[in-house]
């Protein structure tokens, strides 16, 4: 009675524990196989331009319009915090910190997930199941050099340059609060950005979106491949990419920012 | 004689997880031979193709090409293979051309130029305008996706092409012109095909043999003559095209 209630509870647990080792698996293969092939040529310069502009020159309004915000929230808060005394360079310093450590990446980041992520699992999902990848193959060549690699080296050096773009919003952003909400001296707000500004926060924010890039374009690639059925099989892609993208992004951020900064 | 076989398949087996789908497949096409694979709707027509070119991995058995086992080594095996899909598979990122001179591209790395102007004689020649070229694939109908689908397959001249139902979809006359393309690029271009078909007018034009598929095996092969005198019931019934008999359709 009780063996067969604990067979029925392992059994319950086991089913998806088993699925879920295999999709791991899968996934890591892919990795893997995706590396290779993004390192070894033939290389398609075409490709990666064309995923450059994709990814870079259209996402610059929405990181510019996410991190202005972000940094002018950002100056209100911290003046709202602090006392009036020595406000100034506290909410220079809060604004560039928190800009260029976490706000900038992260939310570049999910910006980018939503639109790239989700746009790459629908494009290669319906390439994959109108046997467009098929067809590739067939005319001697390999998807993972043809369309991932492209995709997965613009993630990577994309983001970073979008996010230094979006850095530099942010801080603007905050100073324009910090000057005609604030009534800071423009001169001294500068003076104190320039002051604080860090190797570290700015290349940890780079390093972050360099990985969160490649995770972005990762999702968007694996979940369009392994789509199947249709239309429905690349919308599921499409939500999976971007809801998997987004929350790797969130636990490689606390990751990142441990290597970085725990001591 | 044994020189002769261009495509020798053994005891092939695939499943998709508990459904067999194919159960062991005997067949063997020869050099420059026309072969026309007839069967019911997903008897595994496309997977016996798919599995010929690499693109599914067969469970058990042998294929062979040019005396050579395929299974499992796949590298530089398209290069002299063509293939049209079912559905047609154009690249909707590319235009026509770019979609038809795609190996000229990236595998040849002929100019563009070039490669736009052999791409435009392919189109010509499965019945296509100069001025579909710079279109896309979303602005044809689909009997001209087929064409261009077809144009991709026989340009580079290759050793085996494939048709997965050429002339599905195709008014008669159209059908027709695809048969004669068929034939002229097995013919004339020495090409051994393979090809798939519901359409048994097509069939008994293009083909120098038939074999039949049904439940997984190759239950029937010959030439045309063969077919019209013979007396397997599974094969009456596919040309009758009969609800009756002992094919059995499950509805
Ligand atoms: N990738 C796949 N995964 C799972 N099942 C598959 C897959 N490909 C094909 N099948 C199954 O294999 C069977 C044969 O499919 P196939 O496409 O070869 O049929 P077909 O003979 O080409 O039919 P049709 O004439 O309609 O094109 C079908 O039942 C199909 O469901
Ligand atoms: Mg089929």
Known sequence: ?263 | MENDIKISIKDLHKSFGRKKVLDGVNLDIKKGESLVVIGGSGTGKSVLIKCIQGLLMPDFGSIQIDGQETIGKTQNLHLKMGMLFQGGALFDSLSVWENVAFSLLENKHTPRNEAKVEAVRVLRQVGLAPDVADLYPSELSGGMQKRVGLARAIITNPEIIFFDEPTTGLDPIMSDVINDLIIESAKGLGATTLTITHDMASARKIADRIAMLYQGKIIWQGTVKEMDKTDNPYVLQFIKGSAKGPIKVEI
């Open chain 1, 1 to 263: 009675m009780l063996l067969k209630q604990i067979e029925q509870f392992l059994r319950t647990l086991g089913r998806p524990l088993v699925k879920f080792l295999i999709s791991l698996g899968q996934l890591t293969l892919f990795i893997i196989k995706s590396i290779y092939h993004a390192v070894m040529p033939p290389f398609y310069i075409k490709n990666f331009f064309g995923q450059v502009l994709d990814i870079g020159f259209y996402s610059l309004p929405v990181v510019g319009l996410t991190t202005v915000f972000a940094g002018m929230v950002i100056a209100l808060q911290t003046y709202s915090g602090f006392s009036s005394i020595g406000a100034e360079k506290a909410v220079a310093n809060v604004v560039l910190i928190s800009v260029t450590r976490e706000l900038a990446p992260v939310l570049s980041a999910l910006m980018v997930a939503g639109r790239i992520g989700a746009a790459m699992a629908a494009e290669i999902g319906t390439m994959k199941v109108t046997e467009q990848i098929d067809a590739l193959i067939t005319l001697s060549t390999n998807p993972f050099k043809y369309l991932f690699a492209p995709r997965l080296w613009a993630g990577l050096l994309v983001l970073p340059v979008l996010v230094l773009f979006g850095d530099v919003i942010g801080i603007f952003g905050g100073y324009v609060v910090g000057v005609y909400k604030l009534g800071f001296n423009p001169a001294n707000y500068i003076n104190a950005t320039i002051e604080n500004l860090e190797a570290v926060g700015i290349i940890s924010g780079l390093t972050k979106a360099a990985v969160f890039g490649f995770i972005i374009a990762l999702m968007g690639c694996y979940n369009g491949y392994k789509s199947k059925g249709g239309a429905q099989g690349v919308g599921e892609a499409t939500t999976n990419a971007v809801v998997s993208a987004s929350i790797l992004i969130l636990i490689f951020n606390y990751i990142i920012t441990e290597i970085f900064f725990a001591r």
